[in-house]
């Protein structure tokens, strides 16, 4: 792969060359936005998601990044601001986080399922650590991170990628500045030199291309954070950022229009949800009667194995679903929802 370099000769912006190299644009490799969607729910079989199969999205493209010109600065409300590059990154103590990985969808369309969803390894630094460090200022309440690309979105001009989360959830732990993803390099589409994960959170807010992480004590003011990216709750003016994922389940097998024997097959899936899923219930009558499902384990942040025994009563249409519920009782909706129960229609013969 070659990598063009970002410098002021190469930058589209007007007086490139007086620029300091924490304020130039990288060249956009691919202008406009990318959506690479790979796997279908059927598709789904492996507890690791290959790189290769992993969706893709940017709402701006794809920004060109070199090892060379990359750097990240740490500044706001810290104690000691600090930059770090490739090589300082690379020598801290290396974290892997085993998480399911989700797309929250369009924007645009927030209630409307897509189960853009996957489940991979990431390899970084871990940021509460760093800040750990550095000393969070005592009035910091949010974490803003920034991305490299750049461009048009909702028909304006955009600097950066930019995203928040609270406070609170880098505290928690397992939050990255990730440079791997299952045992490589992050590819280019998903975030070359290094990117934020957080863990159970909504992919939007995982920035790729990372350029600039800032402690704030209020919310980022972007198109992608006050804008975009917050859901209305029902019943009430107030919205809800698009942080955690919610809980959530698709059946792999059998997949839709699939023909199954009337004796005994399993039926099985993934559940998943930002704290876990406690139970999976499965639905073989389009949701008239509801019954237990085995649940396997959690590794980390993972998504979980559910399976569940069938035996058909009866030949013909049946329509299968399955339901996570987590810890504190939250199920999925039928209907009008991201997380909406998925439904796979099948004939028994
Ligand atoms: N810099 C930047 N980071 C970004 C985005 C983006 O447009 N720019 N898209 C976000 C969205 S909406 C998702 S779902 C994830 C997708 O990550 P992936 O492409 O590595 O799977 O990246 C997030 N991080
Ligand atoms: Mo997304």
Redesign the pocket.
């Known amino acids: 792969m070659v990598f063009v370099m970002y410098d002021g000769a190469r930058s589209s912006q007007p007086g490139g060359e007086e620029m300091s190299s924490m304020t130039q644009k990288p060249v956009m490799a691919i202008d406009g936005m990318v959506r690479e969607i790979k796997l279908k729910p059927a598709q789904m079989t492996s507890q690791l998601t290959p790189a290769n199969d992993?969706?893709?999205?940017?709402?701006?493209g794809v920004p060109e990044t070199t090892v060379e010109n990359w750097s990240l600065s740490i500044g706001g409300r810290v104690e000691t601001p600090i930059e770090l590059d490739y090589a300082q990154l690379r020598a801290r103590p290396k974290r892997v986080v085993e998480t399911v990985?989700?797309?929250?969808g369009s924007p645009m369309n927030p209630t409307v399922p897509t189960r853009?969803v996957?489940n991979v390894r990431w390899a970084g630094v871990d940021l509460a650590e760093l800040f750990g460090e550095l000393g969070i200022s005592a009035d910091a309440s949010h974490l803003w991170a920034f991305?490299?690309?750049h461009g048009e979105f909702a028909g304006e001009a955009q600097d950066s990628?930019l995203k928040d989360i609270p406070l609170g959830r880098l505290e928690e732990g397992d939050v990255l500045i990730a440079y791997e993803l299952n045992g490589a390099p992050l590819p280019q589409?998903?975030?070359f030199p290094a990117?934020l994960v957080v863990p159970g959170y909504?992919?939007?807010?995982?920035?790729?291309?990372l350029s600039r992480l800032e402690l704030a004590d209020h919310r980022a003011d972007s198109v992608f954070t006050t804008r975009f990216y917050n859901d209305a709750i029902p019943g009430s003016d107030a919205t809800r950022p698009v942080w955690e994922i919610f809980p959530e389940s698709v059946i792999v097998a059998p997949g839709p229009d699939m023909r199954v024997a009337a004796s005994e097959s399993e039926i099985w899936g993934w559940a998943w949800s930002a704290s876990g899923v406690g139970q999976v219930d499965v639905s073989t009558d389009g949701g008239a009667s509801w019954r237990r499902a085995e649940l396997g384990p959690r590794r980390q942040r993972s998504w979980q194995r559910f399976s569940y025994r069938w035996t058909p009563s009866a030949a013909g249409q049946h329509t299968l679903m399955s339901r996570a519920t987590n810890a504190d009782g939250n199920t999925q909706p039928m209907d009008g929802a991201r997380n909406a129960v998925y439904a796979v229609d099948v004939t028994v013969t």
């Open positions: 992993l969706f893709v999205l940017a709402h701006m990985h989700q797309c929250a853009r996957a991305g490299l690309d990628y589409k998903h975030g990117r909504f992919g939007t807010n995982s920035v790729k291309w």
